[in-house]
Antibody, heavy 121, light 107 residues
Framework: EVQLVQSGAEVKKPGESLKISCKAS????????IGWVRQLPGKGLEWMGI????????RYSPSFQGQVTISADKSSTTAYLQWSSLRPSDTAIYYC??????????????WGQGTLVSVSS | DIQLTQSPSFLSASVGDRVTITCRAS??????LAWYQQKPGKAPRLLIH???TLQNGVPSRFSGSGSGTEFTLTISSLQPEDFATYYC?????????FGQGTKVEIK
């Protein structure tokens, strides 16, 4: 069974660093890209970026480039999303998802349960 | 970035109604268009990919169509469990942007 299990909710202060995780199981981790999606409170979905764990090739949305770092560890089949200095505007739910690149279709097929990140002084 | 505009943003409908949601892209995206359903407090769920391919396990009352810059998601007969927010996503070029969402509520 394909599963993406994300780390638990975080409460942080502005300026603090944070790394959240997405543990993959039930499929070959190095055969799929993993993506991250942000959802601000009460708002829509925003594509942040994707990573190919086999070589850590990463594509970022310009909106998030330089604001976050996406990484992956093949040995633990885990993808990560990290911030070096959080802002209150980073308060959101963050989802990881398995990204399928097919010959005629590209999509996110499996999603994690989401990680709520709250940033407040 | 490619912009996706969904219409309507909000839709009030009754059980049994036929519902159509439109997604317009700011430039051509071939057939690289997916639709997701999200219920409150839950992760999004893939419904349709490659414009019209139904994901495994998704009821056949859901269908997708379109090409180029205009795409539609149709629910042929709305069921109680279909009340949710629906998002389109283009995966033709980076960043793989989402539409702003269409909330389907009970009339």
């Amino acid at each position: 069974e394909v599963q993406l299990v994300q780390s638990g909710a975080e409460v942080k202060k502005p300026g603090e660093s944070l790394k959240i995780s997405c543990k993959a199981s039930g499929f070959s981790f190095t055969s799929f890209w993993i993506g991250w999606v942000r959802q601000l409170p009460g708002k829509g979905l925003e594509w942040m970026g994707i990573i190919y764990p086999i070589d850590s090739d990463t594509r970022y949305s310009p909106s998030f480039q330089g604001q976050v770092t996406i990484s992956a560890d093949k040995s633990s089949t885990t993808a990560y999303l990290q911030w070096s200095s959080l802002r209150p505007s980073d308060t959101a739910i963050y989802y990881c998802a398995r990204h399928v690149f097919g010959s005629d279709s590209v999509h996110f097929d499996y999603w994690g349960q989401g990680t709520l990140v709250s940033v407040s002084s | 970035d490619i912009q996706l505009t969904q219409s309507p943003s909000f839709l009030s409908a009754s059980v049994g109604d036929r519902v159509t949601i439109t997604c317009r892209a700011s430039q051509g995206i071939n057939s690289y268009l997916a639709w997701y359903q999200q219920k409150p407090g839950k992760a999004p769920r893939l419904l349709i990919h490659a414009t019209s391919t139904l994901q495994n396990g998704v009821p056949s009352r859901f269908s997708g169509s379109g090409s180029g810059t205009e795409f539609t998601l149709t629910i042929s007969s709305l069921q109680p469990e279909d009340f949710a927010t629906y998002y389109c996503q283009q995966l033709n070029s980076y960043p793989h942007t989402f539409g702003q969402g269409t909330k389907v509520e009970i009339k």
